[in-house]
């Protein structure tokens, strides 16, 4: 289990010359790390007297920020996995028709897993950019700058996440499924992006304002 | 040492409704991400027959990538001592007005450590994405999405880093010092979205010419 790895071995097996861990997990503890910094500037809220207007949302933001960081930490192993699937594919024989057949098959499904999951990761990223924009309005003006860091850090994973999507339908042979996997991630990336903004921009003006 | 701990034990930490580690650390980390990308895209480039002319370039990209790593990982830590530093002057006391002189100069002492260093982290992401520039161009094809996925993780590394460090500038008396250091991350920022876009640039037009 990568999650069970430490900063340093983790670090070190992404560097290493192999296919995977690559882009996606990276794009997947990207996540987790936004994902956990509002769960901080969200506890640094609840039950301060100066934020006790925005307790409930504050505790409904922390609640989806708890559950997204422990999916997108399963993530950073599971794209790993899926990943490998696409190499072993590539990797059986095909000598005879038969043994084509099944290795052909065998790729489209290892491909299809391997899109399927970084684009769980982009759509879990993209959950975590509008906590972060209600916590940039509602959070604990003290750790407003974390929720910026948590803004971009999410914005990264989401758009690695969706240029790992991007990378692997290529091998996908369903063209349907491939153009609304395009069309979705385009979105994701649009919405965001104008979601990062305003994260962003209430972050500056609320830190300029201490 | 935060660079021992497991990636679950880390996000647990994050999360915990402390100061630290904060934004800083999780910068740092983005920054560290990327710079593994880096490596391992050298290594998937190097002695491969079809990128011999681009060796000795891509062998230069791995050694300064491996370094800013190590860096970056130290600075995991650093910023989250950093951070405490400045907590722990804040509570230091202020009594008498000898007590509040050395409180003032603690205080003004921890918040300039709290400033170099998400700086560094800035610096040391910023420094990672001309490389991935010269990557995008010159890497193996089939891992340019992770050249992405780099570049997009050194960027918002550099901008939580600058995110910390303006939070921090509230605090420094010296306003010399304060606008050099203003002037120093607005220019960061400015030339590093236009590496990042280079980057993504060359990376979609490599992907879709596969």
Known sequence: MLAQTTLEEFTDRLAAGTPTPGGGSAAALSGALSAALLQMVSDLTIGREAYEA??????????????????????VDRDAQAYDGVVQARRLPKGTPGEKEARAAALARANLF????????????????????????????NAVSDVGSAALLAYAGLRAGVMNVRVNLA????????????????????????????????????????
């Open 54 to 75: 925005h307790g409930e949302a504050v505790r409904s933001v922390r609640g989806k920020a708890a559950a997204l960081r422990k999916d997108l930490l399963a993530l």
């Open 114 to 141: 391997a899109t399927e999951t970084p684009m769980a990761i982009a759509e879990h990223c993209a959950a975590l950019i509008p906590l972060a924009v209600e916590l940039a309005y509602k959070g604990n003006v």
């Open 171 to 210: 091998g996908i042979a369903d063209a349907d499924r491939a153009s609304r996997a395009r069309e979705r991630v385009r979105r994701l990336e649009v919405d965001a992006e104008k979601l990062r903004e305003e994260a962003l921009g209430a972050v500056f003006s609320r830190m300029s304002g201490r």
